[in-house]
Antibody
Framework: EVHLVESGGDLVQPGGSLRLSCAAS????????MSWVRQAPGKGLEWVAN????????FYVDSAKGRFTISRDNAENSLYLQMNSLRGEDTGVYFC?????????????????????WGQGTLVTVSS | DIQMTQSPSSVSASVGDSVTITCRAS??????LAWYQQKPGKAPKLLIF???SLHGGVPSRFSGTESGTHFTLTISSLQPEDFVTYYC???????????FGGGTRVEIK
């Protein structure tokens, strides 16, 4: 069974830093892209970052570029999110999620991507 | 960038009713959409991928369709545990971007 467990959320002052971790088990971690998704209090879901299976490619939402760094340690089956220069609008629950893909027929075979397993989330609060 | 407009933001229904939630994309999404269910205080759960493929273990009362840039999630015969929030998600520009719809809360009438 796929299991994702986030940790590292905390109360931090604006401008501060935090490192989130996500421990993965129950699947071949190194075979999957992984994502971070966040949810501000009472709001919807927002994708934050993606990282390739081998860690060689990373992508970020515009608001995270230059401040957040996604990384992974495949030997430890772990995903990370280093967050610097934190702002109030970064407050929320941060989820790690496994990316899965599948082929769909739409007149031709295309690959579709989705998040098939999620952790329980870790709360980040940015406030003075 | 693809814009996703999810509607309605909330809908009221009774147990046994059928509800349809819509996501409209600003352009065609060849790979289709995924749909998620989120209960309060919990992580989202995948319901449907590729617009119409049911994820393993998801009840058959959930179904998804696609017509051009118009995507729907239908829940037939609502059960008490279905009165929660639903999100659509596109990944046409994966891996550089994932976009979620704004969410739809299904409430008990």
């Amino acid at each position: 069974e796929v299991h994702l467990v986030e940790s590292g959320g905390d109360l931090v002052q604006p401008g501060g830093s935090l490192r989130l971790s996500c421990a993965a088990s129950g699947f071949i971690f190194s075979s999957h892209w992984m994502s971070w998704v966040r949810q501000a209090p009472g709001k919807g879901l927002e994708w934050v970052a993606n990282i390739k299976e081998d860690g060689s490619e990373m992508f970020y939402v515009d608001s995270a570029k230059g401040r957040f760094t996604i990384s992974r340690d495949n030997a430890e089956n772990s995903l990370y999110l280093q967050m610097n220069s934190l702002r109030g609008e970064d407050t929320g629950v941060y989820f790690c999620a496994r990316v899965e893909s599948n082929l769909v027929w739409v007149g031709q075979l295309l690959k579709t991507y989705y998040l098939d397993s999620w952790g329980q989330g870790t709360l980040v609060t940015v406030s003075s | 960038d693809i814009q996703m407009t999810q509607s309605p933001s909330s809908v009221s229904a009774s147990v046994g009713d059928s509800v349809t939630i819509t996501c409209r994309a600003s352009q065609r999404i060849p790979g289709g959409l995924a749909w998620y269910q989120q209960k309060p205080g919990k992580a989202p759960k995948l319901l449907i991928f590729g617009s119409g493929s049911l994820h393993g273990g998801v009840p058959s009362r959930f179904s998804g369709t696609e017509s051009g840039t118009h995507f729907t999630l239908t829940i037939s015969s609502l059960q008490p545990e279905d009165f929660v929030t639903y999100y659509c998600q596109e990944a046409d520009n994966f891996p550089s971007r994932l976009t979620f719809g704004g969410g739809t809360r299904v409430e008990i009438k």
